[in-house]
């Protein structure tokens, strides 16, 4: 079993950044990719940053704003989220894919709102 934890977000303003955490523990050691989506009020889950046999991609309405990153040392990623815009707006999740057992593993969600 793998346990996602998120932390972060909140309110910023327009051009505001944000950093979101995702801590994982228990039976980590199969996991073979990890991601970020989120979904906003009427529209459908959204992929928005992954890390998958080696490489990391991203929806291009984030690129070159939002970057994925992590700590191995402290099984955490992170999401760092500038120059952020209105409709960013959204829950993010985090999650988590064991390749081994069919399961993806999701944290709980955090909002996030940009607003002037």
């Known amino acids: 079993q793998v346990q996602l934890v998120q932390s972060g977000g909140g309110l910023v303003q327009p051009g505001g950044s944000l950093r979101l955490s995702c801590a994982a523990s228990?039976?980590?050691?199969?996991?073979?990719?990890m991601g970020w989506y989120r979904q906003a009020p009427g529209k459908q889950r959204e992929l928005v940053a992954s890390?998958?046999?080696?490489?990391?991609n991203y929806a291009d309405s984030v690129k070159g704003r939002f970057t994925l990153s992590g700590d191995v040392a402290k099984n955490t990623v992170y999401l760092q989220m500038n120059n952020l815009k209105p409709e960013d707006t959204a829950v993010y999740y985090c999650?988590?894919?064991?390749?081994?057992?069919?399961?993806?593993?999701w944290g709980q969600g955090t909002q996030v709102t940009v607003s002037s």
């Open positions: 228990g039976s980590i050691f199969n996991i073979n990719a």
């Open positions: 890390f998958t046999s080696g490489a990391t």
């Open positions: 999650a988590a894919d064991q390749r081994r057992s069919g399961i993806r593993y």
